[in-house]
């Protein structure tokens, strides 16, 4: 099973930025569409950002313009970058391949919350 841990949440004021990583622990990663997913409370875990192996992005609706994803092929890693973040934007983050599979069992994710 591939291991997935989530990193870089924090509590941030509206308009402000975070950096989010995603450390995969096996290079199987380099091959996997990947994707950002959130859950905020009491709603339905809801994926934001995907990025094929080639590079190729995807993004919901709700944050386009403002969320950039990337990744790191030689790291492993996968990232979220979160530019002009709204109190809307509170959820628990996660990485996960897309579309999900068992042998991508989810990490404990990163706590984001914008709140002034």
């Known amino acids: 099973q591939v291991q997935l841990v989530e990193s870089g949440g924090g509590l941030v004021q509206p308009g402000g930025s975070l950096l989010l990583s995603c450390a995969a622990s096996?290079?199987?990663?380099?091959?996997?569409?990947m994707g950002w997913y959130r859950q905020a409370p009491g709603k339905q875990r809801e994926l934001v950002a995907t990025?094929?192996?080639?590079?190729?992005?995807n993004y919901v609706d709700s944050v386009k313009g403002r969320f950039t994803i990337s990744r790191d092929n030689a790291k492993n890693t996968l990232y979220l970058q979160m530019n002009s973040l709204k109190p809307e934007d509170t959820a628990v983050y996660y990485c996960n391949a897309v579309p999900t599979d068992s042998s991508w069992p989810w990490g404990q994710g990163t706590q984001v919350t914008v709140s002034s």
């Open positions: 990025i094929s192996s080639g590079g190729r992005t």
């Open positions: 096996e290079s199987i990663f380099r091959f996997a569409a």
